[in-house]
């Protein structure tokens, strides 16, 4: 059977090439559309209503490109309006994985960190994922509203980063935790960071691989994973394009022969919702 209509993946701005990278190691003959909205990125602070909005009109894009499943690769999205989403989109759709099974297990202590956005932590998710897997375990949730405005302006090393990180990361250091999860996909891009501060002794766990691994599972179970050996990427973003171009190319190894190489693209969200 199989199924050759693109996987779509979308992010507020950058991090959720993190999920695209490990969606291109576990399933390289699919076809991948990327989202992200760098024109109003940070989504973690804003009104929940307005992140419904957001969701919805990204969506409503990736149904006018005849998606077969879409990644939200984004917790806030993925803890305000995954479920309802699903109720309106005609293609499969998953969020970012929570980490809290893998947590559960790199934890000896039970005591698990997670950092994240201000609206991710809020929505209190991930504390109940963990606990309902396992109600001893204790968890400590650490709100980072400084991580995703910095790393979207590259600012992934130096003195704003390393000071925003100590603020965030002490008191999880200082609760003695043994495992953190990294609840957005922006923070891969400082895991070096965080693992200096927190130490070798705190597993760091990122989503980003269960997730793809989902999304093959679940493809899978609907007889859609792609027939080709090799697919393609149109990486697509709300504004700044250039430098949203040059943060995929050191994220990600696409491929560099000409038919294969990604497709840069500007997106305006507001082309396809006027559409519906």
Request: aromatic content about 8%; glycine content about 6%.
């Amino acid at each position: 059977m199989g199924d050759n209509a693109p996987i779509g993946i979308f992010d507020s701005g950058l991090g959720g090439l993190t999920v695209v990278k490990e969606v291109l190691s576990l399933l390289p003959g699919e076809d991948i559309i990327y989202f992200g909205d760098t024109a109003r990125t940070p989504y973690g602070s804003r009104p929940p209503a307005e992140i419904l909005r957001f969701l919805h009109e990204i969506l409503t894009f990736f149904s006018e490109q005849k998606v077969k499943m879409a990644i939200t690769a984004c917790n806030t999205m993925t803890a305000l309006g995954l479920e309802q989403a699903k109720t309106e989109f005609p293609f499969l759709l998953i969020g970012v994985n929570n980490g809290a099974s893998a947590a559960l297990h790199a934890s000896r202590s039970k005591r698990i960190g997670v950092i994240a956005t201000e609206a991710t932590i809020n929505s209190g998710k991930h504390a109940k994922a963990i606990k309902a897997e396992d109600p001893s375990a204790v968890v400590f949730p650490q709100a980072c509203q400084k991580f995703v405005p910095l790393i979207e302006q590259e600012k992934l090393f130096g003195p704003e980063i390393e000071a925003a990180a100590w603020e965030y990361l002490k008191p999880l250091k200082d609760s003695d935790i043994d495992a953190l999860i990294l609840g957005c996909t922006h923070y891969p891009f400082i895991s070096p960071l965080i693992r200096d501060i927190m130490g070798p002794d705190v597993v760091l766990v990122d989503p980003a691989r269960e997730t793809a691994a989902e999304a093959r599972t679940t493809l899978a179970h609907h007889d859609k994973l792609s027939t080709r050996a090799q697919g393609k990427s149109r990486i697509c973003f709300s504004a700044d394009l250039p430098r949203a171009e040059r943060v995929a190319a050191c994220a990600i190894d696409f491929p560099r022969t000409r038919e294969l190489a990604p497709k840069f693209e500007l997106v305006n969200l507001q082309d396809y919702c006027t559409k519906v």
